[in-house]
């Protein structure tokens, strides 16, 4: 068996807060305990050279004049305590009210939600050298996106990463994927998030009950695997031929985070098409 890590990243939130970077007093009173563990884990990390995957959610999703703020005051924290840590805010880069100001200069590495996607804003922040990511979570914004609930086609968990390369998306963030606590049973209730939202958050299952020792992947899951594994076979495509050849490709297929292909007959035609574009002599 192969127990190699693959690691390909290094979530970090302030001591005393919680999942969402939220709560605590992280510049108040445990200012300088949050200095010392900011320290002590980059060095950490460094020592065994995965700084560079390492990042600090500050965050999430700020909505007010005082989220701002407060982003702003912890980007500077940290990067005055720890300079080479990485910044990530679940936002756009697109300025959402002229009264509370820009986060850029404060952030990272951004990561918008599907609808809330620009790309010119976006592109003016990948020339910066800065990082694009994006999320998903609940069913916000516009329904044209590809959402991740039980209840839309499984081809919803593969797209997103065609769409990603596209618009050279470098990350995916998902928020949870054991979200079992809402449902006493997540085999026969998926309703893991609210009154409204099927496996919301939730993309393996506890194997006792089926009479397995650990998780049971969801087909959803193996779905996103798979575009993983497209995004790839793109990148390969680029690589042998170019840039513009694999556009053209994607662009059959996904054009935005509102205009893809929803019928996976089409998808997996163009996987096959890349596959002999690439073997092709």
């Not at 990390?45 to 560079?52: I, M, R």
Request: charged share 25%; proline share 6%.
């Amino acid at each position: 068996m192969d127990r190699t890590f693959h690691i390909t990243g290094f979530p970090i939130w302030f001591p005393g807060t919680n999942s969402q970077g939220w709560k605590g007093d992280p510049l108040g009173a445990d200012r300088k305990r949050n200095a010392r563990y900011l320290r002590s884990m980059y060095t950490y990390l460094q020592a065994h050279h995965w700084d560079k995957m390492a990042y600090i959610y500050v965050a999430d999703e700020p909505s007010s004049q005082e989220a701002y703020n407060d982003v702003r005051a912890r980007s500077k924290f940290v990067h005055e305590v720890v300079p080479g840590l990485k910044v990530l805010c679940t936002k756009e880069p697109q300025v959402q009210k002229p009264s509370w100001g820009s986060l850029v200069g404060w952030v990272d590495i951004w990561a918008p939600l599907w609808p809330m996607f620009e790309d010119t804003a976006v592109k003016k922040r990948l020339s910066a050298g800065e990082e694009i990511w994006s999320y998903t979570a609940l069913c916000q914004g516009r329904p044209d996106t590809p959402c991740w609930e039980l209840d839309f086609p499984v081809l919803n968990y593969r797209i997103p990463m065609w769409i990603s390369w596209r618009f050279d998306i470098t990350g995916l963030l998902y928020w949870s994927a054991t979200n079992w606590a809402s449902t006493l049973d997540v085999w026969t209730n998926p309703l893991t998030y609210g009154d409204q939202y099927n496996m919301e958050g939730s993309l393996l299952y506890p194997g006792v009950d089926a009479g397995v020792q650990g998780f049971i992947t969801s087909i959803r899951l193996k779905q996103i695997r798979e575009g993983l594994e497209d995004y790839e076979y793109l990148t390969i495509l680029a690589q042998r031929r170019s840039r513009t050849v694999a556009e053209e490709a994607v662009k059959k297929i996904a054009r935005s985070w509102h205009d893809w292909d929803p019928d996976a007959k089409d998808l997996l035609r163009a996987r096959a098409e890349i596959a002999r574009l690439i073997l092709a002599k």
